[in-house]
């Protein structure tokens, strides 16, 4: 079975629906994983805000925009009379339950259940559309399936016994369901948060050892640049999970890092698509990639890097561990981390607890931290037999200043601290100095 996922801008509008149909009407089995429509779920946000405030009176008037936003849909994307009243008593039922939060006590478990509707609503629509075509499909609901732990991570062995028996319950070839929306440990309506829509297309495709999950987005695959910043950047064909995931968690956003490892898990391929572009190759991302070469850059932005001094660490033991507990206390990530006999720096994303953090750290030494920095990811097979690529990547940075170096960690990754005011010409550096013979 396939496991196609489309997102918002993918289901954005009639039009956009219509254009959806020919790339899953055809007689393999499949799963189609839908966002709900491009800027609803920030609209949804909104409206929770207000009822967080308790302004019913902006809640009730957000909530009549959105909703002649979606009556204005579902006259423009149904021609039948009886699909169009289907359309019309669809949209009345949901805001009439967004108006019901209005009327009582609002909390956080209230907001999930509003955050769900904008899914809950496009797959409806798009199920409605393609009965109106005489297409059979299925609506498969994602809460009946999609389950998280005690630990708010997904819950694999759930999902794939609540798939198998919805699967039995309904069969047909075509199924929609909802990407994002999950119930949680207590049985509640609860979200996936990282990764969103990708995620669930991603478990669903683990859970049922799919032939392929498919993630059609507005991109042609995963480039080997961010093409916002450099000319002449190409998709990638084919790259590993691995390098898959490095791209991911560094700047590229076509896949949160998140998605990569339950496909990965099970030996699942992903292939990134576009659905503006349907005849393009995009990037497959399988265990089998080709080996020995460079793949791809990318960047990371609102790094800030923190260096400890101290001479407690010449020939300790337990100094990092001390070191490293800090940022546990405060739930603050590391990315990048150098050391030498006297010092270690290493970068965080999460500024949020930053003065804290370097309060106790300066309990060990002295501290200097850089803020507004940049990681360049340099991603690829790099095996410690390998010759070459570490002169390659320097020679193009030559004339970059650079703040830290981090290698060894994988054979698929070359990360570099630069300031961020070099970002843009760091990027077009590495782009001329690795790809151009690929030209």
């Known amino acids: 079975m396939l496991i196609l996922k489309f997102g918002g801008t993918s289901v954005g509008s009639p039009e956009r629906i219509k254009k959806l149909v020919p790339l ?18 920030n609209a949804l946000v909104e409206i929770a805000t207000a009822l967080y405030s308790r302004d019913s009176k902006k809640a009730n008037a957000q909530i009549a925009a959105l909703e002649a936003a979606y009556k204005q849909v579902v006259k423009d994307l149904f021609s039948k009379d009886a699909f169009l009243k289907m359309g019309e008593q669809l949209i009345r039922n949901h805001f009439d339950h967004l108006r019901s939060f209005t009327l009582d006590m609002f909390t956080a478990n209230e907001e999930k259940a509003i955050l769900a509707q904008g899914e809950l609503i496009s797959t409806a629509l798009v199920h409605y559309y393609l009965e109106e075509k005489g297409i059979p499909s299925v609506l498969l609901p994602a809460l009946n399936f999609m389950r998280i732990d005690e630990n708010e991570e997904p819950d694999l062995d759930a999902i794939e016994k609540g798939l198998r028996v919805e699967l039995k319950k309904h069969p047909g070839h075509l199924f929609i369901t909802q990407g994002y929306i999950c119930r949680n440990s207590f049985g509640e309506i609860d979200n996936l948060k990282r990764g969103g829509s990708d995620y669930t297309a991603t478990l669903i495709g683990a859970a049922l050892h799919s032939q392929e999950i498919q993630i059609w987005t507005d991109i042609d695959g995963m480039h080997n640049n961010d093409p916002r910043i450099v000319e002449n950047t190409r998709p990638v064909t084919q790259m590993s999970f691995d390098e898959a995931a490095e791209l991911a968690y560094f700047g590229a956003k076509i896949l949160h890092p998140t998605c990569v490892l339950p496909a990965q898990k099970r030996k699942v391929p992903v292939r990134l698509l576009n659905t503006m572009q349907p005849e393009a190759k ?15 850059i990318a960047a990371k932005d609102g790094i800030t890097a923190i260096n400890i001094r101290s001479g407690r660490m010449l020939l300790a033991y337990g100094f990092l561990r001390s070191v490293f507990e800090v940022f546990e206390r405060y739930r603050t990530p590391i990315d990048m981390i150098t050391t030498s006999e006297v010092a270690v720096s290493l970068t965080i994303d999460q500024p949020k607890h930053l003065p804290e953090i370097i309060r106790e ?11 507004d920095q940049t990681i360049i990811c340099i991603v690829g097979s790099f095996s410690g037999e390998k010759k070459g690529y570490a002169r390659k990547i320097f020679d193009a940075l030559a004339t970059i200043p650079i703040r830290m170096i981090s290698y060894g960690g994988s054979e698929n990754n070359v990360s570099v601290l630069v300031d961020t005011r070099f970002k843009k010409e760091a990027l077009n550096a590495l782009n001329d100095g690795l790809f151009a013979e690929a030209l």
């Open 24 to 41: 899953i009407d055809d007689a393999r089995d499949k799963i189609v994983v839908l966002s709900a429509m491009s800027g609803t779920t």
């Open 282 to 296: 995009g990037t497959l991302i399988s265990e089998q990639p080709p080996q020995d070469r460079i793949t791809a």
């Open 361 to 371: 750290l300066e309990m060990f030494g002295s501290v200097q931290t850089d803020r």
